[in-house]
């Protein structure tokens, strides 16, 4: 077993991102499949699966969580190891299969990694997947930097096949995304173990279930054992009567800010290795728990009756950094605070995200707005409609949530305006086919605007079943939009170009007038995906311009307020380094100041 990889002194040693780490973690540990659904911070490891070789690694963007897990559950049952991937929220879209494949183990070793991203740097929430992992009964190895995130990842194929369990990597948006050196291993010849034929195992029947239900606690502590033996678990001797049980990212901090303090640190805060707990806890006066978000760690030593803190100093929320652990040992007594107060640091300005210049986003955006409707919105880039100049979106929960959401207004009698649910392509394919079955089926007076720009655009410009393409670049199927709509029994469904303003505005309001669903298609590729898409530019003709600023009103980062003054007025201005001439704001100009830039 590959438990603890010896160092290698001819090894290759590269500068890896964590994510990277993870990927040549699955590659060395022989993983045979490899499947994802993009979110940051985890999309990059798919993509740096999608650069090993294609006849040893099959790599896949699965049209959402829950398929990517079923996907990678099918070759662990066919015997080959396999991988899926994706941020702390795809869990929750899994989540079904998870719980149920915990009951049922696996064949060949079967490892879901995922990222959380405390401090939400790119999400609409904070989780803690390790809450999920003892939830679903499932160990959890947590990596303190991109070695630990290559060899953890590669040991969990191990421990998956060891205790017939499904292993999650935890990683975060920090290891996720920071570059470090790491040694590289050879990739293990791992043979296709084969289908094996265990109807009691594989087919989760009540009375099947009943019987594996006390298997998968007792798997816990059998776990717990094996980190009680691993080197994994590891106590690194110190001065002083506190002693610190940390994990993850954690670690690291701990070790930056007090690096003479005794220290247990954890591979998993689930299942604990108790034994290893007990032993360090009975040394030291006082035990402190540093981990990031919920007390995890903390609340099972209460539970074991060791007295601990944790939580008290280190802050629940938000992401933890040796600054934060700093202040919560200065507060817990472990460091004196310091004399000199330090010199503030100057305040960052904060800049809102934007559309981009040309995002074909804008326009649908503006033809919701036009005709005053309730817009129920979804996840992606045309999030961003939500705040000024847009402000056109009043609703959004959670992928493929505005579907339902619009159902429910209107469902509810109680909304007098038009009832929009604007959603993208990926999130569409993602989470929206069933809603809008339901839309159809309930007879919902609502209308569905899918905002086809061809891409995964927000976590970066993944494919997904509306590109036509494969993670790997292959030409393939692209879904029919308007085909599948119909199927579904939606009788109104017009394609229209996203920047045909005209067009748009008029099939939004015909749309809505429609009693019953009605789908309009706003379609345009991205303006950065698959290539940076730049057209001719166009300018503003100040002697016209009357500085109405109806084109500032799209939100397009091109146009600005002129800063010079022009007839004792300003007047707007257009970048053309910016500016793709999508002509959007030359036709909402009322008075024809806008043309295609002058070539000199
Ligand atoms: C359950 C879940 N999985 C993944 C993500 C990450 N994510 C945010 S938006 C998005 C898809 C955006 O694509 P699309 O709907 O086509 O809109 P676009 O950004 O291209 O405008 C993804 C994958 C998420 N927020 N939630």
């Known amino acids: 077993m590959n438990v603890q990889q010896k160092p290698k002194t001819n090894a290759r040693v590269e500068p890896l991102m964590g994510n990277e780490a993870i990927a040549r973690g699955a590659w060395e540990g022989g993983c045979g499949v490899a499947v994802a659904y993009p979110g940051t911070p985890s999309t990059e490891i798919l993509e740096t699966v999608g650069k090993f070789p294609a ?224 032993e360090f806890a009975g040394r030291f006066s006082r035990i402190i728990v540093v981990e990031e978000l919920e007390p995890l760690i903390e609340e099972q030593l209460k539970i074991m009756g060791i007295p601990c803190e944790g939580k008290a100093f280190i802050p629940r929320e938000g992401e933890l950094s040796p600054e934060i652990v700093r202040k919560g040992f200065i507060e817990a007594g472990l460091i004196k605070p310091p004399k000199k107060k330090k010199p503030a640091e100057p305040e960052i300005v904060p800049r809102p995200p934007l559309l981009c210049a040309g995002c074909p986003h804008i326009s649908s955006y503006m033809a919701v707005r036009a005709i005053d409707a309730r817009v129920c919105g979804d996840i992606g880039c045309y999030t961003l409609a939500a705040i000024e100049p847009l402000r056109a979106i009043d609703t959004c929960v959670a992928m493929g949530a505005s579907i339902g959401n619009a159902v429910g207004l209107a469902k509810s009698g109680a909304e007098k305006k038009p009832i929009v649910a ?20 309930m007879k919902a007076n609502i209308t569905v605007l899918i905002l086809d720009n061809h891409i995964t655009a927000m976590t970066g410009g993944q494919d997904n079943p509306g590109t036509g393409v494969t993670l790997r670049g292959e030409p393939t199927n692209r879904v029919d939009f308007v085909q599948i709509c119909k199927a579904i029994g939606v009788n109104w469904v017009r394609e229209v170009d996203s920047y045909d303003l005209g067009a748009l505005y008029q099939a939004v309001r015909e749309a809505t007038e429609y009693k019953g669903v009605a789908v309009v298609i706003s379609n345009r590729p991205c303006v950065l995906d698959p290539v940076r898409i730049r057209g001719d530019a166009l300018e503003v003709v100040q002697e016209t311009c009357v500085a109405c600023q109806s084109c500032m009103n799209l939100g397009c980062p091109a146009i600005s307020w002129s800063d010079g003054m022009y007839d004792g007025h300003h007047k707007v201005k257009i970048d053309p380094m910016l500016c793709i001439g999508c002509s959007l704001c030359a036709q909402v100009c009322p008075s024809n100041a806008i043309r295609a830039a002058k070539k000199d």
């Open 55 to 278: 006849e040893n690694i099959y790599a896949e963007w699965a049209v959402n969580e829950k398929t990517a897990l079923d996907v990678a559950t099918g070759a662990s049952f066919a015997g080959v190891r396999a991988m899926c991937a994706m941020k702390h929220v795809g869990l929750n879209v899994a989540s079904d299969s998870l719980m149920s494949q915990s009951y049922i183990g696996v064949n060949a070793g079967l490892v879901i990694v995922v990222a959380d991203d405390p401090g939400m740097h790119s999400s609409q929430n904070e989780q803690d997947t390790r809450l999920f992992a003892r939830f679903a009964n499932v160990p959890v190895l947590e990596p303190a930097d991109a070695q630990e995130a290559l060899e953890y990842t590669r040991l969990a194929f191990d421990l998956s096949e060891k205790f017939d369990t499904p292993v999650i990597v935890r990683s975060t948006t920090r290891l996720s995304h920071t570059r470090s050196p790491v040694r590289l291993g050879e990739r293990e010849a791992v043979e296709p173990k084969g289908f094996v034929d265990d109807f009691r195992k594989n087919v989760t029947l009540p009375a099947h279930a009943r019987a594996n239900r006390p298997k998968v606690i007792a798997r816990e502590e059998i776990v717990g054992k094996f980190f009680d033996e691993s080197p994994l678990t590891r106590f690194e001797e110190g001065e002083g009567d506190v002693g610190i049980i940390t994990v993850g990212m954690a670690y690291s901090y701990v070790k930056e800010v007090l690096p003479g303090v005794p220290v247990l640190k954890l591979a998993s805060s689930f299942p604990l290795p108790k034994e290893r707990i007990r």
């Open 422 to 441: 604007t959603i993208g392509d990926s999130t569409f394919l993602h989470s929206g086919i069933p809603p809008l079955i339901d839309a159809v089926v």
